[in-house]
């Protein structure tokens, strides 16, 4: 094994170590989709299409992850979604 691949591999390593949280949004039958669209772009920092994207996904299949990351950064913004009366959870 060649030294560039066993640091690749100790990277992987690492990457798989820190364990990732999603925070999941589900639909109802409430919310405006300018409402969802408008919190997902203050709340997870999307683009305007990606949180339309989102809106459109959760719409259609019941559900979709909004963000991913650490869980001492997701748990404020899942707060704030369910704040703005969204059903979101971190998983």
Do not use: W
Not at 69 to 75: A, F, H, I, N, P
């Amino acid at each position: 094994m060649s030294f560039k691949e066993k640091v690749s591999e100790e990277l992987l390593l690492e990457e798989e170590v820190v364990k990732k949280n999603e925070i999941v949004l589900f639909n109802d039958e409430v919310n405006t989709f300018d409402h969802v669209i408008e919190t997902l772009v203050d709340v997870c920092d999307h683009t305007p299409v990606q949180a339309e994207q989102c809106s459109l996904i959760v719409h259609y299949k019941g559900k979709c992850t909004v963000k991913t990351g650490e869980y001492k950064d997701l748990e404020p913004r899942c707060s704030k979604l369910l704040e703005a009366g969204l059903s979101a959870e971190i998983v």
